[in-house]
């Protein structure tokens, strides 16, 4: 079986095109499927932003479903570590993932530090007419490291986790995100508050219908 799909070229496979589309779903779900990406920082507020929009969107009668990095490394990246190409596959396949949700007319919540700008790009690339839809949490290290909700700082300070992000791997920030969330004097948003920012975005770019 292996040596039968290693030997067909990407010539000889054909797309097949399906008599429900893209178009007909979202009718169906009366919204527009797109991805909300959402980067930062460990301890940054992404599952947590992932959660209370996920709840937001649902009580609004809206389906949207949630890839969160730590819960994919359980299953379909449970094959990866840490290491730049890992990371950079890890993102990968949550990007088309994703895609394949948004095309289903979900809004796809996709929460992952994905601490590479290159990579996050090729994910936009993947996505059309602007349904990809970033967003930075832009908190500061000394908070997120003051959070530490999974003591994972600490063990990264003391040298024990290596290639941890913000400490000794990089994290680039996005230059041109659509919604960047920000503290304040060092106050962070409300989980909702945020939540409501991204909410917002998505009513005034029509991907909520009614
Ligand atoms: N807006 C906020 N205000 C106050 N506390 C927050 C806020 N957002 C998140 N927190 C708290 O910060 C901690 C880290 O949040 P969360 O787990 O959502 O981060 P994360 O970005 O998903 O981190 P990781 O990348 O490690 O999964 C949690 O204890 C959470 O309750
Ligand atoms: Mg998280």
């Known amino acids: 079986m292996n040596s039968l799909i290693s030997n067909l070229g990407s010539s000889n496979i054909f797309w097949h095109d399906c008599p429900v589309e893209k178009a007909d779903r979202q009718k169906l779900l009366k919204q527009k ?17 992932a959660c209370t929009l996920g709840r937001e969107l649902h009580s609004r009668g809206k389906l949207s479903y949630i890839l969160d990095g730590d819960n994919l490394r359980h299953g379909l990246n449970k094959d990866l570590g840490f290491k730049a190409e890992d990371r950079a596959e890890n993102i990968r396949r949550v990007g088309e993932v994703a895609k394949l949700f948004a095309d289903a007319g979900l809004i796809c919540i ?6 590479y700008r290159k990579d996050r790009d090729a994910c936009r690339a993947l996505l059309p007419d602007a349904s990809f839809i970033e967003v930075f949490m832009n908190i500061s ?17 003391a040298g024990k986790i290596k290639g941890f992000t913000g400490i000794d791997d990089p994290y680039e920030p996005p230059v041109n995100s659509e919604i960047e969330i920000k503290e304040k004097d060092g106050i962070c948003p409300t989980p909702i508050a945020m939540a409501g920012e991204v909410v917002s975005y998505l009513e005034e770019k029509g991907y909520l219908l009614d």
């Open 110 to 115: 996709a929460s992952l530090i994905s601490p």
């Open 141 to 157: 290290l000394e908070i997120c490291e003051a959070r530490d909700a999974k003591g994972l700082y600490r063990l990264a300070r």
């Open 33 to 49: 499927g797109c991805v909300v990406w959402i980067t930062g920082l460990s301890g940054s507020g992404k599952s947590t932003l």
